[in-house]
């Protein structure tokens, strides 16, 4: 596991792979995974589950006890559901959402996928994405490139790609700028 050691640190790390590790063992990374994305959409859905997960106020028994209202309601079991219910118990879950995180983090090493951030000014067209995620599969080594893309129109043309700690600026809203700051510095 000394490659997962440098993906995820720290207190919610170490949950996470244990947590991964406990998943791997029980071959069910993917449910935990789907379990843990549902969990993490409930949670930035619902302020009262908000505070219920980053308040001191609650006591584990209340948290463990309301948490296992919403797991039956959302179809959250298993491994996923006892590990959420553990770290309640351990007063330790107002850092479920970095231990998410980092689970989707080790999940997604596993599976060579890697994540990349796309800003363009119009929609692409479906053949257009699927071409920037080949360039970008490449560029990352063969692994698949789960590719998010944004429209935001102020970069007036060209595309804006962060994939992992690298990023690279082609849109024409950057190049007029650079333009700009170079008239202003020979008149």
Known sequence: MAKDDAIVTGMAGRYAQALFQ??????????VAADL???A????ESADLKSLVRSPVFS??????????????AEISGVAANFIKLVAMKRRLFAIGDMMKDFGKLHDAARGVTHAEVTVAEPLAAEHLEALKGALSQVAGGKTVDVAVKVDPEIIGGIVVKLGSRMIDSSLKTKLNSIRTRMKEVG
């Open 22 to 31: 406990l998943a791997q063992e029980q071959g069910s990374t993917d449910k």
């Open 60 to 73: 584990s028994q209340e948290q463990v006890k309301a948490l296992d209202a919403l797991f039956a309601r």
């Open 37 to 39: 994305q549902r969990f």
């Open 41 to 44: 959409a409930m949670i930035a």
